[in-house]
């Protein structure tokens, strides 16, 4: 086994948190006893590799949540309790299969050490000393099953990931406000030729956009949902403030994707720094984006697609719904887009990661908290 690796790749991980990424740091636990280990493994009725124990008494996992430390595959390292929990209930899944149908899925030698925790996904290792997959990593996928093969061993699985954190340029991997993110950038735009979409006729068929009727509509906190602690500085700022960054990431986005280059897109948005955005649901610029939507959706491309959409919610005005959403769309193609939100919104400190009460006992009439508000009032 390789568990000498294992200290010299937390070491330089830890090293790189630290100097970087001080809030994900703070999210290790600290070392597992070792009899805390040994009881894990009986309670699993497994031989845990050198390697794993060597990364538990290191860390015992790390704490969920927004600024959780992840591997670059965004697993989540388990604790000792969170290694029994997932590993538990993939063999109660495994149960249910038949016998040849459960050797592809999970065997029960296997543990799950890390947990991608919107699905039942993450990665694995074989810990049945008598298979030659002892002590490898894996990734378990709740449609395929456990495939091994991502690392020979858990040291080298964190020495690659200590070699990615140490590497600079590398554009999935993003500082902000003291926490590590790992992005998954397109890298680059699909080509695209704005004389490929004339102006629409009168009577083009053209796709509905979903606008509101009124573009002042109230924001649902879902839509923020993604923001982590952007969301609650966007609830919380002077509604002058969030218009003002609407403005600017319409801009941004209109282009970066070359929408701007439609003279009733540039047009629009002027009209919009003006203070006098065309409300019309269905005027000449949202026309254009209707037009421009229709020709993205037949190429495939999804982000001038969703730019289509974003842009006309911009330009007729509803800024809180358009700095809701403009950010999840350039985060298809630039990782670094919470900078970017964070200056449009004039660089104010920012509050922590918003949790139920906050919203419960948000006063902001531009959003629609009233269900939080509800849950909150009938809390003892």
């Given at each position: 086994m390789t568990s000498h690796l294992v200290d010299a790749a937390w070491d330089r991980i830890d090293r790189w948190l630290l100097a970087h990424a001080p809030r994900t740091f703070a999210t290790l636990a600290p070392p597992a006893?070792?009899?805390?280990?040994?009881?894990?493994?009986?309670?699993?009725?497994?031989?845990?590799?050198?390697?794993?124990?060597?990364?538990?008494?290191?860390?015992?996992?790390?704490?969920?949540?927004?600024?959780a430390f992840r591997f670059?595959?965004?697993?989540?390292?388990?604790?000792?309790?969170?290694?029994?929990?997932?590993?538990?209930?993939?063999?109660?899944?495994?149960?249910d299969l038949d016998e040849e149908d459960a050797v592809g899925y999970w065997l029960p030698g296997y543990v799950q050490f890390g947990a991608y925790e919107v699905t039942a996904d993450g990665v694995a290792m074989d810990c049945d000393p008598g298979r030659d997959t002892y002590g490898e990593v894996g990734r378990f996928f709740d449609e395929t099953g456990t495939r091994f093969g991502t690392a020979a061993s858990l040291g080298a699985y964190l020495t690659e990931l200590a070699d990615r954190l140490e590497s600079p340029g590398d554009p999935a991997l993003v500082v902000f406000a003291g926490r590590l993110i790992w992005e998954s950038p397109l890298g680059h735009l699909p080509e695209w030729d704005p004389a490929d979409t004339p102006p629409p006729g009168p009577d083009a068929e053209l796709p509905a956009l979903g606008l509101p009727a009124d573009p002042s509509e109230r924001l649902k906190v879902g839509c923020l949902y993604g923001l982590d602690e952007l969301g609650a500085l966007v609830a919380t700022l002077p509604a002058e403030r969030v218009a003002e960054a609407a403005r600017r990431q319409a801009r941004r986005l209109a282009e970066e994707t070359g929408l701007v280059a439609y003279p009733e897109i540039a047009e629009a948005l002027a009209a919009l720094d003006s203070g006098t955005p065309d409300t019309s649901p269905d005027g000449p610029a949202v026309r254009r984006l209707r037009a421009a939507k229709a020709a993205a959706t037949t190429r495939g491309d999804t982000v001038r697609a969703l730019a289509a959409v974003e842009l006309a919610h911009a330009v007729r005005g509803s800024a809180y719904l358009a700095v809701a959403e403009i950010p999840t769309t350039r985060a298809l193609y630039a990782p670094l887009w919470r900078d970017d939100l964070h200056a449009d919104l004039g660089n104010p400190p920012l509050p922590p990661a918003p949790d139920d009460v906050f919203w419960a006992t948000l006063r902001n009439p531009a959003i629609d908290a009233d269900a939080y508000a509800d849950w909150y009032a009938g809390q003892p």
């Amino acid at each position: 086994m390789t568990s000498h690796l294992v200290d010299a790749a937390w070491d330089r991980i830890d090293r790189w948190l630290l100097a970087h990424a001080p809030r994900t740091f703070a999210t290790l636990a600290p070392p597992a006893r070792d009899e805390d280990i040994r009881a894990t493994e009986r309670e699993l009725g497994v031989v845990f590799p050198p390697d794993l124990r060597a990364s538990l008494r290191r860390h015992d996992g790390a704490r969920p949540g927004p600024e959780a430390f992840r591997f670059d595959n965004h697993d989540r390292p388990l604790g000792l309790r969170g290694i029994v929990e997932a590993t538990g209930f993939l063999r109660s899944c495994a149960a249910d299969l038949d016998e040849e149908d459960a050797v592809g899925y999970w065997l029960p030698g296997y543990v799950q050490f890390g947990a991608y925790e919107v699905t039942a996904d993450g990665v694995a290792m074989d810990c049945d000393p008598g298979r030659d997959t002892y002590g490898e990593v894996g990734r378990f996928f709740d449609e395929t099953g456990t495939r091994f093969g991502t690392a020979a061993s858990l040291g080298a699985y964190l020495t690659e990931l200590a070699d990615r954190l140490e590497s600079p340029g590398d554009p999935a991997l993003v500082v902000f406000a003291g926490r590590l993110i790992w992005e998954s950038p397109l890298g680059h735009l699909p080509e695209w030729d704005p004389a490929d979409t004339p102006p629409p006729g009168p009577d083009a068929e053209l796709p509905a956009l979903g606008l509101p009727a009124d573009p002042s509509e109230r924001l649902k906190v879902g839509c923020l949902y993604g923001l982590d602690e952007l969301g609650a500085l966007v609830a919380t700022l002077p509604a002058e403030r969030v218009a003002e960054a609407a403005r600017r990431q319409a801009r941004r986005l209109a282009e970066e994707t070359g929408l701007v280059a439609y003279p009733e897109i540039a047009e629009a948005l002027a009209a919009l720094d003006s203070g006098t955005p065309d409300t019309s649901p269905d005027g000449p610029a949202v026309r254009r984006l209707r037009a421009a939507k229709a020709a993205a959706t037949t190429r495939g491309d999804t982000v001038r697609a969703l730019a289509a959409v974003e842009l006309a919610h911009a330009v007729r005005g509803s800024a809180y719904l358009a700095v809701a959403e403009i950010p999840t769309t350039r985060a298809l193609y630039a990782p670094l887009w919470r900078d970017d939100l964070h200056a449009d919104l004039g660089n104010p400190p920012l509050p922590p990661a918003p949790d139920d009460v906050f919203w419960a006992t948000l006063r902001n009439p531009a959003i629609d908290a009233d269900a939080y508000a509800d849950w909150y009032a009938g809390q003892p």
